[in-house]
């Protein structure tokens, strides 16, 4: 015979309301300082290059960790910041620096995730030239 | 780029049979007090996640668990990983009642180890969204003690001695506001010194949804989601030397609903495990009321992979 123990609802409904009050008193300060922690776009240096690369498959914080470390791992790349919304990681590049698209593209994969496409907004070597 | 742009790797052929194991998965739903089930979430290769996990049980009839269980996964490469899981201390205490006298007892000491080796199979990566299939072998390798207390039963101890295997079918559909995991696998055990754990069916399913921030539109610090887990295990009885115990096997499934803060280099959970049904081989079981995990992990970074 299948015998069930039920969780009673009293219970229950003190377990709910504990969670809730939790989540809430950590949200709290974390939404107060939402406003101040909108990052400002990076203005980019003198010389530098800024490559655009939409990648896909990063879901939350916690997994840019690593994708951010890989980006950062490529000789010439100075700063990347990843936008979640638009699944684009911003990446500065040092004056000089030979990045390629296939270093990006390593990367992104060495990460465990496919990339979308690559968008250079100045490369370090047109910069510069001056172009 | 227009609308969800889909990276699709590994054979189409795929799709269709494993879409269909997931449905069942799904509809199988829930496992084991074994929360926090190995999932098939993304790592980085050379990335390292280390986890602890110390978890209170509390039983009917003042029986009392607690073990401290260590994970560290590691990204061999972009589609394998390994997971470690070790739990570090076990420590149950309680009565035992022996010709009508009961007499308080204690049980610490190391518990057994578990190493698995995850697979990535199957992945359709989108913008803020992916789908993944992931299958994992395990081996189980008596680390621990288990015989600190001879007043104890072998269940009791801290660790069962015995060597092990597990196998499970893991997915996760993970999106920028909410995730759905789901495992199903089977636990066997080797025996030892003529005691052998039942083998054991495990489905859990987990549903995780975000509650803060409501603005990604930016390099995302940190989020809060709200977590709703379900474990179901179903399990043989446990024998000493070919016998029965009586009150080990059955089924257990608990809900677990919690809360995970997490930032991209750390995070932080707390659990509840409820029970919803439980029912045991035979009288004896000492019944399982709720237990509380909490979770801390910690990730950093290696150029060390395949």
Known sequence: MLRTRGFSKRRLGLWAGIGLVVVQALAMPARAAEGDASSQPTARPPGYGEVKVVVLGVTAPFFTFGLVKRFQQIPGVEHTSFNLLRGTADILVKPGATVSDEDLRRAVRNASYSIGSIQWVAHPSAVAAGN | ?306
Request: proline share 5%; hydrophobic share 40%; aromatic share 12%.
């Open chain 2, 1 to 306: 780029m227009t609308g969800i742009s889909l990276g699709i790797r590994r054979g189409a052929w795929l799709s269709g049979g494993l879409f269909a194991l997931l449905a069942l998965v799904l509809l199988t739903v829930p496992a084991r007090a074994q929360i926090t089930f190995p999932s098939a979430a993304p790592i980085s290769a050379g990335n390292v996640i280390v986890r602890t996990q110390p978890t209170v049980t509390e039983y009917s009839g003042g029986l009392q668990s607690f073990y401290d269980e260590n994970i560290v996964l590691y990204g061999a490469s972009p589609d394998l990983a390994f997971i470690l899981e070790n739990k570090s201390i076990v420590s149950n205490s309680g009565n035992i009642v022996t010709n009508g006298k009961a007499a308080a007892f204690t049980a610490t000491g190391f518990g057994d180890t578990v190493l698995d080796t995850r697979y990535n199979l199957y992945e359709v990566d989108g913008v803020g969204s992916t789908f993944r299939i992931a299958p994992y072998i395990g081996i189980d390798m008596p680390t621990g003690m288990d015989n600190v207390n001879n007043a104890v039963p072998r269940d009791l101890q801290p660790a069962s001695g015995e060597w092990g295997t597990r196998e499970a079918l893991t997915s996760s559909w993970q999106t920028l506001f909410w995730n759905a995991q789901a495992l199903i696998g089977y636990q066997n055990y080797a025996g030892s010194g003529g005691f052998q754990t039942g083998s054991s069916l495990l489905a859990d399913a987990a549903f995780h949804y975000l509650i803060w921030p409501s603005d990604l539109d930016r390099e995302v610090p940190s989020e809060v989601f709200a977590s709703l887990e379900s474990n179901y295990s179903l399990s043989a009885v446990d024998r000493m030397n070919g016998a029965a115990i009586s009150g080990t096997g059955g089924q257990l499934w608990t809900i677990d609903p919690g809360f995970l803060y997490s930032t991209p280099t750390w995070g932080a959970a707390m659990t509840a495990l409820l029970p919803i049904l439980q029912q045991y081989r035979g009288p004896g079981a000492a019944r399982y009321d709720y237990g509380i995990e909490v979770t801390f992990r910690y990730s950093f970074f290696t150029y060390h992979h395949w």
